[in-house]
């Protein structure tokens, strides 16, 4: 993604948002860690910075804009309250227009199908542990089952199902029922795709690696 893309001029608008953001408040609500004049913050594995001077990766590299305007939402939430622990898709989350626009479904992309087909269970383990998640064992549909707390109040299910001789490896995303109350549906969408590519990547790094 070009640095100077419209993804990054979105950034730019919605940063000085943050000016005035009382951040000792949203903190603990928020579920981060207060530090002086900001707060940090864990997404997708990565450790960022909010102040009012806008979001900045803790490693010092190339944060993806989208990932900041995410962050940047999140900072601003009114939203309260733990997760629900309970999941839904995302056009089935509460407030979400039956209308509206799908981001395709509820299954990742196909760089999921090109990280991991084929490969097995065992290399989107090691992709989903660099990224935090948690094993939870085998889902009812027989796939299996990880939680990702992409942020703190925003928990994230992943269903994977290895490929067969009839169908290809599927990811199935699944959000906490209360995400809604922290981050409308554009933010939503995007940590959906974002969760999807974060994985692929962690996945054709570890198996490049081997």
């Avoid at 999921?112 to 065992?122: C, D, M, S, V, Y």
């Amino acid at each position: 993604m070009e640095r100077d893309s419209g993804y990054e001029k979105n950034y730019q608008r919605l940063a000085p948002g943050l000016v005035g953001c009382d951040f000792a408040e949203c903190a603990p609500r928020l579920g981060l860690k207060a530090v002086p004049g900001g707060v940090e913050a864990e997404y997708l594995g990565r450790a960022y910075r909010v102040t009012e001077g806008g979001v900045e990766p803790l490693d010092g590299e190339y944060a993806d804009p989208n990932h900041r305007s995410t962050l940047v939402h999140y900072a601003l939430s009114k939203g309260d309250g733990p997760p629900a622990e309970d999941f839904l898709g995302l056009m089935q989350l509460p407030g979400v227009l039956r209308g509206r626009k799908s981001p395709g479904s509820e299954f990742l992309s196909a760089s999921i199908e090109r990280a991991f087909g084929g490969k097995g269970h065992e290399l989107f383990a090691k992709a989903a542990e660099s990224l935090g998640g948690e094993f939870l064992g085998v889902h009812p549909s027989g796939g299996k089952l990880w939680l990702f707390k992409a942020l703190p109040r925003i928990h994230m299910q992943v269903v994977f199902s290895e490929a067969d001789d009839e169908f290809p490896v599927e990811a199935r995303v699944l959000f906490d029922s209360h995400a809604t109350e922290y981050l409308g549906f554009e933010c939503l969408a995007f940590m959906h795709g974002a969760l999807g590519d974060a994985l692929a990547e962690a996945g054709q790094r570890i198996d490049g690696a081997s």
